[in-house]
């Protein structure tokens, strides 16, 4: 058996199997972790708690007040802002947030305008998202056109 | 026995090219890899934005908030709800002390299931807005479509 086993491994050159399982099992775990990455961005809220802020209120800021309303299912039913109705359509919420602020220089930085968002507990947070993208920008071909880059929430409705 | 070792002999093909594949499989596979998303959670789909960017420099001093369908709330592993995240925010705040760093630096990366109620979303601000943090970031997936 010696012998046959010498003339084996002159014949075959070197064994491969176990290279083979190794690379096969490191093939198979780096196609089972695979995931496509997916790219994530964030929409900051800046929220100090009320009352900490020491800077006085201008009664002539008030900020816009964006209230949605939502089914027992958490869909979206009705929006207003600034008591405007508006039903279910972003679009039609980007287009009177930019009447609103229209003439308003500033829009980046701390003196820019400022929405407030009153949400019925139970909707979707899939709808609060789509209603901050609409009043925080629009995209205009690749350049993204900002509105209102400060957002914060009202106090939760139970 | 020299019969069985001419059968050997006879299935044995090149195996070169085969290598070759496979090891190039490897490398694409590795390369695209991404062990950098711990920070996902398999419980939380985010809902998605065409206007957000993935951030030039990532945010200093994250804590990152999950918040799963059901409102819960999962903290570096640990599940909480609206009411005991304030025990668990303690904990992150401490480390921030101890580096030096002050509550103002802090960001809290919130990261909900885009089915979640808002409500639950606004909880979870309101329990940090009472830790005195202030700097929020609502999470969301990019929409290139």
């Known amino acids: 058996m010696k012998i046959r086993n010498r003339e084996e491994a002159q014949k075959g050159g070197l064994n491969m199997t176990s290279m083979i399982d190794i690379v096969f099992l490191l093939l198979v775990f780096f196609v089972m972790t695979f995931k496509i990455v997916e790219l994530e961005g964030d929409f900051s809220v800046r929220m100090p708690l009320a009352g900490s802020d020491s800077v006085t209120m201008d009664p002539t800021d008030l900020p816009l007040k964006l209230r949605l309303r939502a089914d027992e299912n958490g869909k979206l039913t009705s929006m207003s802002l600034n008591e405007i109705d508006l039903g279910t359509d972003f679009n039609q919420l980007r287009v009177n947030v930019v009447e609103l602020i229209e003439g308003t220089a500033p829009v980046e930085g701390e003196d820019g305008p400022e929405i407030e968002i009153d949400t019925d507990y139970n909707l979707r947070y899939e709808y609060v998202i789509s209603s901050i993208t609409a009043v925080s920008g629009f995209k205009d071909g690749n350049e993204v056109v900002k509105l209102i880059e400060k957002i914060k929430f009202a106090k939760p409705r139970r | ?145």
Not at chain 2, 50 to 68: C, D, G, N, R
Request: avoid cysteine.
């Open chain 2, 1 to 145: 026995m020299r019969v069985e070792s001419k059968k050997v002999d006879l299935a044995e093909g090149d195996l070169t090219p085969m290598i070759d594949m496979v090891f190039q499989l490897i490398a694409f596979f590795m390369v695209l890899i991404n062990f950098a998303q711990t920070e996902s959670n398999d419980r939380v789909k985010l809902p998605s934005s065409q206007l957000v960017k993935p951030p030039e420099v990532p945010l200093e001093f994250p804590i990152i908030l999950h918040v799963a369908k059901d409102g819960e709330i999962i903290l570096g592993g640990d599940d909480y709800t609206a009411e005991t995240l304030r025990v668990g925010l303690q904990k992150e705040l401490a480390v921030i002390k101890a580096q030096g760093k002050t509550l103002e630096d802090a960001n809290v990366v919130i990261r909900a299931h885009k089915d979640t109620a808002a409500g639950d979303v606004q909880e979870v601000i309101r329990v940090a807005q009472e830790q005195k943090l202030q700097n929020f970031a609502l999470r969301v997936k990019e929409d290139n479509s």
